[in-house]
């Protein structure tokens, strides 16, 4: 449950799905000793006639420029009736209130962790943890999705 103007709205998560994983061993050099970077986007989407958000992230692992590690989750966020009532701002859209979307989002980054964990474990790749993020440095303000 979280509160937008005294307002609770109501959720679960529902669903996770992992969209992509791919480890391109091609693309990683063990011994070079590059730096490793990482690309991490955000993306909401909804479903307006069953109610529910959903939340991707998606990471990639980068050394030299390229992606050695690719992985996308998400998260799906059944909204209860009254709540979603909230959220809707014009017919075509809802707005999820900035700390919402950065709830949801934050409860997938830990989810990617977890998927991350469990696809490399007994690989040279399991050393590759994904960081512990902010997320609300990343939605700075409420977000507005169609469906």
Do not use: C
């Amino acid at each position: 449950m979280a509160s937008e103007n005294n307002k609770a709205l109501n959720f679960q998560l529902t669903k996770i799905n992992t969209k992509d994983f791919q480890i391109i061993d091609s693309a990683f050099d063990l011994k070079s000793g590059a730096d490793v970077g990482l690309n991490m986007g955000i993306d909401f989407a909804v479903n307006k006639e069953e109610k529910f958000v959903v939340s991707t992230v998606n990471v990639k692992f980068l050394q030299n420029e390229k992606a050695f590690i690719v992985i996308s989750v998400e998260g799906e966020f059944m909204i209860d009736k009254i709540s979603w009532g909230y959220l809707v701002k014009e017919e075509d859209n809802i707005t999820l209130p900035q700390g919402l979307a950065a709830h949801f989002a934050d409860i997938v980054v830990n989810t990617l962790r977890g998927v991350l964990h469990a696809k490399t474990e007994g690989s040279d790749f399991n050393k590759f943890l994904f960081p512990m993020v902010n997320v609300s440095q990343f939605i700075t303000g409420d977000i507005s999705v169609t469906d």
